[in-house]
């Protein structure tokens, strides 16, 4: 009765860092599905070969002892042995090269997005825009995002990542993020959404995304940009469409 129990309970999806974390975020996006697969798919690799080599150097202490073999080989060189270190090899890291040029070729492709919206770096906080429903007369829908300090957090809340105004996104949708700083170099990171994304004063960057579910999304800035570097968390909350509705109906008010 327990294990049924178990099993029709919710999940709770990890989407900030936790104390002694070991691991990844849970994935929000089939981008950072896509990263967290090609890690085990390489860490594979990274523990059967370290295995082996240990093996080969252990077997090559042990039989070749001074005790054991007092009159060593005289064997410099041997086709054999060239073919077997040279072609696995190879072939191993066409197994690790082939997965690894999705994510890279995901992350730079730009889908007809559903939404925009803009996030400008300054030292200690960031603005976020919401230029799809700007008029001729009208200026964009905009918040300024500061940290909550530490004294002023509430119970619950993720220290020095929780801010007052979160960036409210419709999940399920393909949104679309202008980045850009208004004084010096910043960094736009989310681990959950699979996002990281550089700042360059007098240019426009841009990222695309797929949000599979809803949820609160933390990240940081992730370029040091000054004293205040560790004081810029991100918060972006993907919601219901009718909820995203309702909340850039009430900015416009």
């Not at 090609?38 to 240990?54: A, N, R």
């Not at 410099?76 to 072939?91: D, F, N």
């Not at 300024?144 to 530490?150: H, R």
């Not at 009718?242 to 109906?249: E, G, L, Q, T």
Request: hydrophobic share 40%; with cysteine.
């Amino acid at each position: 009765m327990m294990n049924l129990i178990w099993i029709f309970l919710p999940i709770a999806f990890r989407d900030a860092a936790e104390p002694r974390q070991l691991g990844f975020q849970d994935p929000a996006t089939p981008m950072m599905q896509g990263i967290i697969d090609l890690h085990h798919d390489i860490f594979l690799f990274l523990t059967v070969i370290p295995i082996l080599v240990l093996r080969m150097l252990v077997r090559a202490l042990w039989h070749f002892h001074h005790k054991r073999n007092p009159i060593p080989e005289r064997i410099v060189h041997g086709t054999t042995i060239e073919i077997i270190r040279t072609i696995p090899p190879s072939i191993i890291l066409m197994f690790i090269a082939t997965p690894s040029f999705a994510p890279p070729y995901s992350m730079d492709e730009v889908v007809d997005p559903a939404i925009t919206t803009k996030a400008i770096g300054h030292q200690r906080y960031r603005t976020h825009e919401y230029p799809d429903y700007n008029s001729s007369d009208e200026q964009s829908p905009t918040s300024d995002s500061y940290m909550i300090p530490e004294d002023d957090s509430e119970s619950g809340q993720s220290r020095l990542l929780e801010v007052d105004n979160r960036v409210v996104v419709p999940a399920k949708t393909h949104p679309r993020t202008i980045i850009t700083p208004a004084d010096v170099p910043h960094s736009r990171a989310v681990p959950s959404l699979g996002v990281k994304r550089d700042a360059v004063p007098g240019r426009l960057n841009q990222t695309s995304i797929f949000i599979k579910r809803g949820g609160v999304y933390y990240g940081q800035c992730s370029e040091i940009c000054g004293t205040n570097h560790a004081f810029m968390p991100i918060v972006a909350e993907a919601v219901s469409s009718d909820d995203y509705v309702s909340r850039v109906s009430n900015k416009l008010d």
